[in-house]
């Protein structure tokens, strides 16, 4: 099942121009295709260099799930493993799958295939996280407005950002590890953090500005006002430094400037809550909304930070 990017948003109306403009990324003819319907609430997008898809199904029995190459769904676990309500998954450099459980204010993390489970941290409110090659985990904890850093090695937990963005929310790191992006649901920016080599973060930056829709009441206004609200939620990356913002528009995607390169309209009316770059091929385009996941095939691979750190590729140059 294919679904077209909206007549509503022409993909040439979308397109602000730029060295990563969108028609470098889109692929002429390819729509939003269905990959899984009839889901509870979707979320937690992510996936292994083998081109297997995971995602968490948040009012499931089982929890997570996994969408083989050939597009088999399977339970990643038994009902009795508890990788129920995942709102964040990624992988780890040791393999195992690091998720955010924060009905039980926790993080943990899965041996594949066995299910083994390891708590590395209580008492936080988890959103999302992501985990670098050399074992810091980053994790955004919204209500606290805050993103607390987990030493893998060492087990220590510590906040390393409080109160500079309104709802931190998804976050990603820069091919190069050396910057991590964390998107602001309750506000305008996408913030960047300067990581260093003790996962300690300095040098926050609203680095990129997410559109936003006009109030309905104001549509008519010669002059309207937007909310303030981007409804900006997860993030990916793509091997060329561009970041994928899951946004109540849309995907914004970014260069590595913090330019926008243009919006990919959302496949439907639903919320979207997190994107994901990978699957077979590494150019598969994933989203999450609501009961349903879609895919959408681009001209860029995702990274996989838990294998290492990497230099941007550039975008060949075409006329």
């Known amino acids: 099942m294919a679904i077209g990017l909206a007549a509503a948003y022409p993909l040439a109306a979308q397109d602000l121009g730029g060295d990563l403009a969108l028609h470098k990324l889109l692929v002429e003819g390819e729509k939003w295709e269905l990959v899984v319907d009839g889901l509870g609430f979707a979320d937690a997008p992510c996936g292994d260099d083998k081109g297997n898809f995971y995602y968490s199904d948040m009012r499931s029995k089982e929890g997570l799930f996994m969408v083989a190459p050939n597009g088999k769904v399977s339970p990643l ?18 393999g195992r799958l ?30 999302d996280l992501i985990v670098s090659h050399d074992g810091y985990l980053f994790l955004t904890e919204t209500p606290k407005k805050q993103v607390t850093l987990i030493n893998l090695k060492t087990k220590q937990v510590s906040a390393v950002s409080v109160d500079v963005l309104n709802a931190p929310n998804g976050l990603t790191l820069s091919p190069g590890q050396d910057t991590l992006a964390v998107s602001d649901y309750r506000g305008l920016h996408v913030w960047t953090f300067r990581v260093g080599v003790d996962g300690a973060l300095d040098a926050p930056s609203n680095y990129m500005t997410m559109r936003t829709k006009i109030k309905p009441e104001e549509e008519r206004v010669p002059v309207p006002t937007i909310d303030t609200f981007s409804r900006g939620d997860g993030m990916t990356m793509d091997e060329n430094g561009r970041y994928y913002v899951a946004t109540a528009l849309g995907v914004q995607v970014f260069d590595p400037t913090g330019r926008e390169c243009g919006l990919i309209p959302k496949p439907n009316d639903s919320p979207m809550t997190s994107v994901f770059l990978g699957g077979p091929g590494g150019n ?14 681009v001209k860029a691979k995702g990274v996989t930070p838990w294998k290492g750190a990497t230099d941007v590729k550039p975008v060949p140059f075409k006329r």
Do not use: H, W
Not at 102 to 120: H, N, S, Y
């Open 98 to 127: 690091y998720c955010c459980q924060g009905k039980k204010q926790r993080v943990i993390a899965f041996t594949l295939p066995d299910g083994k489970m390891e708590v590395l941290a209580e008492d936080v409110k988890p959103n």
């Open 77 to 94: 676990f038994p009902e009795s493993v508890g990788a129920q309500s995942i709102s964040g998954a990624k992988f780890g450099p040791d």
């Open 284 to 297: 598969n385009l994933y989203t999450t909304c609501k009961d349903k996941i879609f895919k959408l095939k």
